[in-house]
């Protein structure tokens, strides 16, 4: 496929929000079971809101140029009984809204006690809001990563490793942003997000790496053979029939070498992954520079922008089997 | 229920392209028009189409057959580019199984193009939606056009009838005979999207000789190998032996 | 009350015919709001029955083009030729350039006008304003394209295919296309091969390439280019050899059994024997040949009632001359062209010769087609049925572009008559008005004396000569004409040889001339050889500054490279702004079944100041008073072209028109009558189409059926009713040997010429190698180079269309992939072509569907930077390639005799370039050479009048106003 920036800035933008959201209010549970200090409602958890939705709007507005018609996005709402983009068109701003929802409570330090648990712990209205969006940032994430993993031709995205590559991925960055968050907002955080920034950052490489290493042992399906329907050992296609490229050309193909695709790879895992976990490690010392765990967090994304296109560039349509020659 | 449907013979199909450019000149001035052509005279031309046709070579010097492949839409009996479709413009009609884009719905997303496994989909440059074969559903209908001319352009068009038309679902139907009886198969079957469109192979003519055939009895050869007989007077052998 | 809505759009369907290539199908124009909106086939047009192709559904994109010229353009004072520099003038100004000119011309020499054409179809009126004028340098295009096709059958069947006839696929059985491009004929034939196909007919195809059509064929048999004579020679041999031969046939409707006087010292060495019979009045060709009877063993007239000639042997005239039946000839002639030699000339295994010789042999005899047709032939014997040996063949330029392509397509016309397919069901079959005799009537002057200032020319510009008295040539035996056809040269350049007018007029050999008009043909590129140095030559002065071709008049309806080099651009119409006529007097589209035409109406108002070159020369005609134009007061005769077209008559009361139906003062009348009024009108309410499908007994066996002959003859098709036997020995052939060997009482060939006239006319087909081949160091250049034709592009025109140009914006060269392996080359290089004449730098493609000493291109993508108005970095010249630039126009005259000069690289018989002739050597670039195809020129600019090229196109029939 070839890999168009638009959706490679709204799935790592999403990812990032949708996971600083998840740190905030994790840190808010921990912080709610006496596990954390408790921190101020305005200066981290509605600035870390504030945070969170400039990433997710950032994606909003990518997305929007990923669309021939912005103006008509209203109507990617109404198939959602079939379509996973229509889930997340719903999902998306669902979240977005909760999480606004989440940081205007904060911001306005708007917590009346709707229940008491048995333990005598408070259940406030942000963590009934936090929780809901809790919710829906899971659901996002698996609805973008379903947008994937439902085409079953496009068998490198085809597998439950699409959908929890994104969550663990979304959830990397954004941990790893709560953590540069809270070197400025919270210090004593610090070590606790970076560790499990860590965790998770590591855990995404895992199931990164496998579905890695399934997708090398992928064998096609379909072959010219079965897109032609002739059986023979040799099949060579000598015109596809245009010659000055055409959508199928132009949609299905990242049009750069096989040695260019394998040393994104490498670049995506060291700055994805083995870097940032260095860097980070530096926070759980306590003693780590906000610079650096900035620098971890640009890194990642960065990372994480090689390795959303090499998920795209490393899908191959089937289709691409009809597009092989000019002439 | 009706399922219209394309049954083209690689049999016959020479490859000449008349159905890539009668689709675009019907549809570009039709329901599906204008399909833009971008650098119409400048570099690396490209345009909108519909139809394309290719070519493959199979097999290897001196045992070549050159396959001529006329590609459009498959209209699939469970396409997998509609349920994906965000606003609903991707559908599949009940009435006569022909799968079309709602221009007016269609937010260009291109996400039905990626669900189509045999980028049979089009997304024009210029009005920035995602455009498809129709199987010209605005010539079918048509009550002022005879019914020779109620068929696809690109059908009308082909000069060897390499495409034929029909319901896949009436069994006595041309295209259901066709599939029938030619061995008419579907792309990709592995997807199970149940093209509607089928293709029909190559099927060869032979002519088995048999030794005797060459050694008939009215051989000309037994008329024209007999030469004169030579004149009674010429020399022979009596003019020089008595025994 | 409710707002008006917006006026519906005003649609209209308007008939004509396709001219989007040669094909001429009916077709349907839909208009919207006056904009083309969709053109489709015809269904009633017997021709397509409609079905349209590629080209023709692209006939919007043409119209619309921004290569149209749109005005009259002068070339700037001071600017070069070939720049494109341009200034509009009126169309008087126009004319009164021309007309001024020319009038001076036909007042000296008309000689020093020529009016060259490329395909386009009217000939009529263009042949008719030339001769009109007096000059002799008029031909179409010909020459350059498939005169061989056209004279090599018609020399020996009276026929040939495409417009005059065809294979009868309907009811083949077994069906040979060898050497076809794949556009002639293109929809017709589409149609026929696939019915053939699904009725379960058996398809050959012998081509060196396997594409097109060829895809389709049931069995592919690669040859290598130029070859197909000494293939067909072993079809031959085999045929004889195993006795599958229709002697029937052969016997009653050929020459086969005629005897052929044999004493080599005589000088009727070689000429049949007549006897005196009762010569007939006005006869072409008495019946006085000799068979020699076997029941009786002895001479008697051919057709004798009784008789049965013998086909084999050696006799002796009672006056001790000895003589041979032709068929012996034939006979002797094919024994040494065994499979196993061809196999070593064409790279087919002679098995397979075998096998395929024997596939046609027994299928045309096991097979037979019984139609209950009853029908008598020439000789008065009245048959009950009409036989038939369904086996067919289809040949074009594969075999018609080579220097040996005359003997080759002789030796395919043999083929077809050894195995009794001529005109028979299933076979070859005629269209009207073929069959004629052999060869047909029409002459050119044979001296220069026809040619007279302010005289029109007497005699033909074109003709069929029947013996060497008939050349055009002086008295020392050198041409009258620029081309130097019907000399000694190329006797029988029965359509001319465009191809060497350039060159010739700039060499002044034969002679100078002043005015070049060239219509709709690119000789500034791919219609001819050696484009570089024509070009040059085109743009080429004396040391007193005036050009050596002083003026180029170049009437066109794009801009293509050739008109870059006009001092005078007259801008035609296109197809659907026009009146045209597919006439019986030129190459009409009729049936099998029977002759057809047909017109061309306009559908659209003519674009800009474009005008149809009918009305041209028309126009000029009348100015120049030339007879036929003028009334005897001199005042102009015709008003326009469709007043011309119904009330010219070939002479006063003739009945005889360029149309053949609705003739007759009420268009009772068709083939000859009065002119009719009406006749556009009726035209036009019939599809545009005249189709008169002949009575069952009269459409096989013409070439001796009576009823045909005669019908033919009362509606002066034909001047002469007598059979039209098969030419298995050509008496035509050796009366110019006979000639060029010092006998008989005809005119002899200059000395140089000798030897070759004596080579080439053979009166039996024979293989020699093409001339360039025997010119050249085949270790140093082993592959041959051809060209074929997309089906979705015609020449050179349609790189300017818009659709069509997406589908072969650029070419290839198709290389066999082991000799591209061998020559370490990959698939998509960039590599050098060369031959000894030039050299050309384009992409390598590997194909498994190509013979490995074959390399092959589309013909005509390649473009010059700027022309066709596409942008100078436009695919079709930046990676796009002419293989023109490869092939010489003109050959050394001797490969081992050094100072007899230079002639043209093709037939030696009939003139017919030789195309596919040329071997080539490929390598790679070297490092550090640009991707960028080479020769390149310079940049074209746009010309005054023309649209402009849109970037992006959003064409909607009826809102683009």
Redesign the interface.
Known sequence: ?HPAFSVIFLTTLIGVGQGLFLALFTAQTYALFDLLPQQDSHAFYAHGSILALLFLIGGLIASFF?????E??W?????WR?????RE?IVLPAFMGMVFLYGLAHFFECKPVLATLPSGIAIDLTVVIGTIAWLLAFALYVCTGM?YA?????REWYSSLTVINYILLGGASGFTLATVFAAVAAPELVRFFAGWAIIITLLGLVSRVASLIRNARLKP??T?Q?????K?P???????????????TR??FHGRSAAFLRSIKWIFLLTAFVVPVLLLATGLSGVAATELLLLAFVVQYLGLMAERWFFFAQAN????L??QAI? | MTQLALVIDL????????C???C???N??GAA?????????????????FN???????????N??????P?SCLHCEDP?CV???????SYKRKEDGIVLVDYD???????C???????????D??????KKCTLCVDRLYDPQMTE?ERRP?CV???????RLYGDIHDPESAVSHAIREAGG???????GASPANH?L??R????R?RHD??E?AD???????????PGKSEPSLDDVTTW | MPASPAPAPVTEIKNTTCYMCACRCGIRVHL?DGQV?????N?NHPL?K?????????G?MKQYS?ARLTQPLRRKPGADRGVGEFEPISWEEAFTILTERLAKIRATDPKKFALFTGRDQMQALTGLFARQFGTPNYAAHGGLCSVNMAAGMIYTIGGSFWEFGGPDLDRSK?FVMIGTA?DHH??PL??A??KF??D????ISINPV???????A?E?V?IRPGTDGALLLAFIHEIIA????D?EFLVRYSNAGQLVNVAADCDEFGMFLRTEVPEEEACYDPQNKLW?D?AT?KPVVTHTQGTDP????E?KLKDGTPVKPA?QLLQERVKNYTPEWAEGVTGIPAATIR?LA??MG??A??QKIELPIAWTDSWGVEHDTVTGNPVSFHAMRGLAAHSNGFQTIRALAILMSLLGTIDRPGGFRHKVPFPRPIPPCARTPNTPLAIKPNHPLDGLALGWPSDPDDLFVDEQGKPVRIDKGFSWEYPLSVHGLMQNVITNAWRGDPYTIDTLLIFMSNMAWNSTMNAVEVRKMLNDKNEDGEYKIPFLVVCDAFQSEMTAFADLILPDTTYLERHDVMSMLDRPISEFDGPMDAVRIPVVPPLGDCKPFQEVLIEIGARLKLPVFVNKDGTRKYRDYPDFIVNYETEPGSGIGFLSGWRGKGGEKFMRGEPNPSQWEMYAKNDCVFHYELPKSYQYMRNWNQGYLEWSQRNRITRYAEPILIHIYSEVLQKFRSAAEGKGLTRKPPEHLKKRVATYFDPLPFYYETLEAQATDKHKYPLCAVTQRP??MYHSWDS?N??????H?HNYLYV???TARVAGIDDGDWIWVESQWGKVKCMAKH??????GTVWTWNAIGKAAGSW???P???ES?KGFLLNHLISEELPASVDQAGLGMLSNSDPITGQAAWYDVRVRIYKVGAGETAQTAPQFDVVKPYPGQSE???????????NK
């Open positions: 496929m990923h669309l021939g018609r912005p008509r996005a109507r990617s709402a109404t198939q079939t379509s996973w983009l229509s068109v947008i439902c085409l079953r031709f496009l399906k379909s010219l079965t897109a032609i329907g002739i023979h040799k099949i060579v296609q000598k015109t596809q029939g245009f010659m000055g490229g055409s959508f199928n949609e299905f349509h089937p289709q691409n009809y597009y002439g | 049999n016959v199909c020479v490859g000449c392209h008349a890539v450019t009668s675009k000149e019907w570009t001035s028009g204008p399909m833009v052509d971008q650098n119409p005279y400048g570099k690396d031309p490209t345009g909108t189409f394309r046709v290719q070519t493959f070579e199979v097999g290897e010097f001196p070549t057959e050159t396959v001529h492949f590609k997998p349920p994906v479709c965000p606003t609903g413009a719905k269609c937010i260009g997303c291109k996400y193009s990626w669900a189509c496994p045999y980028g049979m989909r089009e997304f440059e210029a009005q920035k939606v995602m020779e352009a009308r068009a082909c000069p060897t009838s390499a198969y579907q792309l990709m079957p592995e997807w293709y192979p190559r060869k003519t032979t002519l000789l055939e060459i008939r051989n000309p050869l037994k008329v024209d190998g007999l030469l004169p007989k | 919207r909106r969709f053109i489709d086939g269904p397509n409609g079905v349209i192709c590629a080209k023709g559904s692209s919007i921004p077994l794949e293109s929809n589409k149609i091969i696939s196909k699904r379960g007919g058996r398809f396997r594409s097109g059509y060829s895809a389709i049931d592919w690669p195993l006795g599958l031969y002697r020699w076997r063993n013998f086909l084999r042997g006799f068929f096998r024997r596939e027994v299928t005899r096991d089906m979705a300017q818009a659709w069509l140009r997406q589908i914006a066999n992939t082991q194909s498994e569907a190509v013979e490995p108005n596409l942008t970095d436009a695919n930046q090229r849109k970037s992006v196109w959003n064409y909607f029939a009826g809102k």
